[in-house]
């Protein structure tokens, strides 16, 4: 992995495809080149930022980068916000103007041990991690949604390219969506750091700062930690832990159980009064919601 410093950057003049956002957002001032990308700041991490007003879905515009103008490993793409984000099984992501919507560029680095499957995990669990630091203790709702004082924060999207992988994270700042755009019974009520009285001023600074943990996973803890040291830390965190949930299956329709925790493999383990089983896709809520 390079060890050259990052760099913050935000589109130029010469930039059709997007513009900048605004300083609050940034939380600094700058001025754009006449070239390309602006560089306004360095990162605190070897990676590279990419910060732009709008765009359809910071999935598809860190794609473009990648596959168009060849950027780094690790890059990633935030977004002041999104009209077309999108989250687990194609749903719609709200993401409004002061909210987290951000990309990020993964290359294959896994080893014998770790496997693709781990990755919504690994990113949940470094997403806790870089939260805790501001005091703020969440929780991971199973596979990939960050839950804050029993409401839905924040969640995870894991795409898999051609030899490559882009993960999505979207997390409610300030602003969380209406009823009207929640799916269904399986929605969890959502919440945002804003009304408990967390003000995060500047996404990209707070993004900027957790990337501090995914780099320090990456760099470091990937060849010297082991899956169980994910699942162990993963079950202390997990939602509903010991608690009644419902599993709403495609192949078996939605069924009671008791969830138990993580099998080694990340798989969630769940209790049926006669056995446990092990599932790898679903969605889960619990019984008393």
Excluded at 191 to 209: A, C, Q, V, Y
Excluded at 227 to 242: E, M, Q, T, Y
Excluded at 270 to 284: A, E, F, M, N, W
Aim: proline share 5%.
């Amino acid at each position: 992995m390079y060890k050259s410093k990052g760099q913050i950057l935000v589109p130029g003049l010469l930039n059709k495809e997007f513009c900048p956002p605004d300083t609050k957002f940034t939380g600094f001032k700058f001025k754009s080149g006449n070239n390309l990308w602006s560089k306004v700041k360095n990162s605190s991490v070897p990676w590279d930022i990419y910060s732009v007003n709008q765009c359809e879905s910071t999935m598809d515009s860190l794609f473009y980068l990648i596959e168009k103008e060849k950027k780094k490993d690790f890059s990633s793409l935030i977004a002041m916000s999104q009209n077309k984000g999108r989250g687990q099984y194609k749903k719609k992501w709200y993401s409004p103007k002061g909210n987290l919507s951000v990309s990020i560029h993964l290359p294959f680095i896994f080893n014998n041990q770790w496997s693709e499957n781990y990755l919504p995990l690994i990113f949940g669990n470094l997403l806790t991690e870089a939260l805790s630091d501001f005091g703020i203790i969440t929780q991971i709702k199973w596979p990939n949604d960050i839950f804050f004082k029993g409401k839905k924060l924040g969640g995870i999207l894991v795409e898999k390219k051609r030899n490559f992988y882009l993960a999505g994270i979207g997390m409610n700042l300030v602003s969380i969506p209406g009823d009207d755009e929640l799916e269904d019974e399986f929605s969890i009520k959502p919440g945002s750091l804003l009304e408990e009285g967390i003000n995060i001023n500047s996404p990209l600074i707070f993004w900027d700062f957790v990337l501090e943990h995914f780099y320090s996973f990456f760099d470091k803890r990937l060849a010297k930690e082991s899956p169980s040291d994910l699942i162990n830390s993963l079950i202390r965190k997990l939602a509903w832990l010991d608690e009644e949930v419902f599993l709403d299956d495609p192949y078996t329709g939605i069924k009671k159980y008791i969830l138990k925790g993580l099998s080694e493999e990340g798989g969630l383990l769940l209790y049926d009064g006669r056995t446990t089983k092990v599932v790898y896709s679903g969605r889960i809520r619990p019984v008393n919601n």
